[in-house]
């Protein structure tokens, strides 16, 4: 059984960075892909980015492209999500996941966190 806890949320401007982490324990031997993601208030959860184990392959929301990187480091069982000219509507709880491929279909995933919070002000 994996488990994994997010930190990093919190309060930020528009336009504010942050970056986010989310910490793997138990099985995680055989996790290959990890992703990251959020859900606003009265929205679906969506897709933000994803990473395959050996971080060769990295696949991103198109909202995520060019200001957001995913990146894992195994030897810590930790991914992270760095978070650059973040904008209000990206007020949401974000999630990681550990499933078995870095795709956006939330059913590839087998384990997700509690969840982080962000808010992001104007």
């Known amino acids: 059984q994996v488990q994994l806890v997010e930190s990093g949320g919190g309060l930020v401007q528009a336009g504010d960075s942050l970056r986010l982490s989310c910490a793997a324990s138990g099985g995680t031997s055989s996790s290959y892909a990890m992703g990251w993601f959020r859900q606003a208030p009265g929205k679906e959860r969506e897709f933000v980015a994803a990473?395959?184990?050996?971080?060769?392959?990295?696949n991103y929301a198109d909202s995520a492209k060019g200001r957001f990187t995913i990146s894992r480091d195994n030897a810590k069982n930790t991914e992270y999500l760095q978070m650059n000219s973040m904008q209000p509507e990206e007020t949401s709880d974000y999630y990681c996941?550990?499933?078995?491929?870095?795709?956006?279909?939330?059913?590839?995933?087998?384990?997700w966190g509690q969840g982080t919070h962000v808010t992001v002000s104007s």
């Open positions: 990473i395959s184990w050996g971080s060769t392959f990295r």
């Open positions: 996941a550990d499933g078995r491929s870095p795709r956006a279909n939330q059913r590839k995933y087998d384990y």
